[in-house]
């Protein structure tokens, strides 16, 4: 069966803060200049949002300058944050810290990033964008020239042996004048445009982190609407990048969450278990007790900041959002990068389609280094990567280029590969984690029972071993496997014979929430995480 073939002027791959703010952007212009500009945007989750998971608190900046009325149009930014509080964990007890001025939120909001992309998609759905969730994009289209001229979604209704079904239906072309790749952090297009145009030659590879989230019900009395916690120390030690947030939002609901630096180096730790242990401290296990866990998930984050950007453009295409890396690792946030990247490109992206339509917009992102955005972030590039010496001495040489260099030393520190900083097993001591309670800690797979994750379980699986012998070869005999505790999901596990003999890796692909930590940490990076069936993986309720 031939696939059916859709035209466009723009095609926008993600419906996140980016890629909705760069739809919106192109209609607002054309409706300026009357112009007739069509826009299709297209989601891997079965719904906006669906996919969607931040902490979540937003800087409204670029939010004033795309919608300034977004407060009459109704937008779900329902709870401003208030009294900020930043405390050093130990086991036993915590200590208060001067909050960072990167970190100050008055005039911020406590927000689910998922509701704000749903009330996007109404805001571009009006302006006449097109919009259709559950289509993944699979595959990068090319001209005879070798441009970039759409995508095309992946196939459904085949069976894991990669056979048509009952029910197959191929994909869909969708050709555009420009293409927009807005995936996300790890983005599985974005990798392969990486390496077809070598894109990232030149600059820092990208560092990432593993966010685990859960959204709790608490007891009222434990509630203080617009509260915004963030914490460092235990229980990760000295040596690892990672914190911690709480966040109080509407409706005696609090947002939890972990993150953990993904250059660590002992493949025993266990950024889930890490974040069921942090609940326990008796200065945070207060807030959850006698309250009701309601949802769960996890993601990665692109956290290199300015010196890991890529190269943004290449002939009929660019990138925006966190599939770049525009997160502001130190301030903790990224939605409001990731919205103005969206604007930017749009208003280049309108200027070419409506002008002299340059094969490559290279207007883009010389006109991102003249915006707030570029500032913002080269003033804080040192901060992330001088956690390599350890929290101790991160948190002296951060203070000095925030308060006497003013984020303008006169030097640029540079990150390395976090997969390639994991040490071999027999190198560092194992973790023993304590079993979860079930009141405030829990286990991998009653957690990802209320991400709402599914996929269809006679289809390809999505997460492919380059060389199916490594994982007993090299990741089990040097590493323990590691991939069994840096999943969030439980996806990956070593299975064995009655006898404990004939070890092998089974990957339970159902449980996969597609948080990409897999294609970013395996240390021989022979896991490949493509993309499902569309509509499958979380589906997150006001995260």
Known sequence: MERESMEYDVV??????????????????????????????IEKGSEVGAHILSGAVIETRALNELIPDWKERGAPLHTPAQDDHFLLLTRETSYPLPTPPQMHNHGNYIISLGNLCRWLATQAEELGVEIYPGFAAAEVLYDDDGVVVGVATGDMGVDRHGEPTEQFAPGMELRARYTLFAEGCRGSLTKTLFERFKLREGVDPQTYGI???????????????????????????????????????????VAVGFVVGLGYENPHLSPFEEFQRFKTHPDIRPTFEGGRRIAYGARAISAGGIQSIPKLTFPGGLLIGDTAGFLNAPKIKGTHTAMKSGIVAAEAVFAAITGEQPTEVTAYPEQLRQS?????????????????????????????????????????????????????ASECPKIEYPKPDGKVSFDRLSSVFISNTNHEEDQPCHLTLKDATVPIRV?????????????????????????????????????????????????????????????????????
Request: with cysteine.
């Open 12 to 41: 926008i791959v993600g419906a996140g803060p980016s890629g909705l703010s760069a739809a919106i952007r192109i209609k607002q212009l054309a409706a300026d200049k009357a112009q007739d500009v069509s826009v299709c945007v």
């Open 211 to 253: 966010g685990i989230k859960e959204l709790w019900e608490v007891d009222p009395a434990q509630h203080q609407p617009g509260k915004i916690v963030h914490t460092v120390g235990w229980p990760l030690d000295a040596s690892t990048y990672g914190g911690s947030f709480l966040y109080h939002l509407e409706n005696n609901q």
């Open 372 to 424: 707030w955005l570029w500032e913002e972030l080269y003033q804080v590039r040192n901060i992330k990567p001088s956690f390599r010496w350890g929290l101790w001495v991160a948190m002296a040489y951060s203070a000095l280029d925030t308060y006497l260099f003013r984020g303008k030393a006169p030097w640029t520190l540079h990150h390395h590969p976090d997969h390639a900083k994991l040490k071999k």
């Open 475 to 543: 990741n089990l005999a040097l590493y323990d496997a590691p991939e069994q505790r840096y999943c969030p999901a439980g996806v990956y596990e070593i299975v064995r014979d009655s006898d404990g003999n004939n070890p092998r890796l089974q990957i339970n692909a159902q449980n996969c929430v597609h948080c990409k930590t897999c294609d970013i940490k395996d240390p021989t990076q022979n896991i490949n995480w493509v993309t499902p069936q569309g509509g499958g993986g979380p589906n997150y309720p006001n995260m």
